[in-house]
């Protein structure tokens, strides 16, 4: 087992799940089946993250560009979404791990959104974890809600645009009041955001490994912590700046 410090773990994960058709592909079997092989690897992934004392964990689940797969195939990942929250909810409980979801979830059929709202609800209270998915979530798009919002807030006189800077814009996206990831992962050995978290992203550590998503182990999850544990974070300063401020601790 990879070590990592417990002491400096990153408060916020974020991970784009990329690989389950290419899995399903190396196994000779449906895209489907990758799915539902990823929907394991989703379940491990909360549980490891919740036992180290991961904070906010942020999970790429289902695009807006991913609309256009398939009809087959976006029923099946809507199935097992549904399927997801039906059988997790217990688990959450237990953990007390609150799910947020980011996206727009009105384009999500009405049963499937019905039964997130349902879980959202339910374990609204938890504080431990936020197990935080991105559904039907595009970041160009957020940012351009965002845009909309402040302007109608503008003409209703809530929002004065001398005040605007990127803390308050921070607010009117759909991740308002989440520190933004320290680390992002991306699986199987693709080196593209796709839309996900662009503003939020802007000094997140970046991990990308060609473990496909659904054989992707919380052996690979340490291997991604120990290798955020051992980057300096700079955010534009100096390496002896930090080291000074460090020491004045
Ligand atoms: C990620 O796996 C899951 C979703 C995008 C919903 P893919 O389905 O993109 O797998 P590949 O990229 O085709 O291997
Ligand atoms: C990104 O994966 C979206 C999710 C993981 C849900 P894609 O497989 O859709 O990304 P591209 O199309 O390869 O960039
Ligand atoms: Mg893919």
């Known amino acids: 087992m990879i070590k990592i410090d417990t002491d400096n773990l990153p408060r916020h994960i974020a991970v784009i799940m990329d690989g389950n058709g290419r899995w399903a592909q190396k196994h000779t079997i449906g895209r489907i089946r990758g799915h539902r092989k990823g929907a394991h690897a989703v379940r491990t992934i909360v549980r490891a993250c919740r036992e180290i004392g991961i904070k906010y964990l942020t999970l790429f689940a289902f695009s807006v560009e991913n609309w256009d797969r398939p009809p087959k195939e976006v029923q099946a990942l809507m199935f097992l979404l549904e399927e997801y929250l039906r059988k997790e909810l217990a688990e ?36 431990k974890m936020i197990l935080n998915l991105a559904l039907s979530y595009g970041a160009k798009d957020e940012i351009v809600y965002a845009v909309k919002k402040i302007m109608e807030d503008n003409k209703k006189g809530r929002i004065d645009i001398d005040e605007l800077d990127k803390e308050t814009f ?9 520190p933004d990831p320290d680390l992002l992962i991306r699986t199987s050995g693709e080196y593209r955001i796709s839309n996900f978290l662009l503003w939020q ?26 290798s955020y544990q051992k980057r300096e974070r700079r955010f534009g300063l100096t390496s002896e700046q930090l080291k000074e401020r460090n020491s004045q601790k």
């Open 92 to 127: 959450l409980q237990e953990q007390e791990i609150r799910l947020t979801t980011i996206g727009d979830i009105d384009r999500l059929n009405p049963s499937v959104k019905e039964k997130l709202l349902h879980v959202k609800e339910s374990t609204l209270k938890n504080d």
């Open 201 to 226: 992203l802007a000094y997140t550590e970046l991990y990308f490994t060609k473990v496909l998503w659904p054989d992707f182990k919380k052996d690979d999850l340490f291997k991604a912590i120990a």
């Open 170 to 178: 921070s607010k009117y996206l759909f991740t308002a009041g989440m």
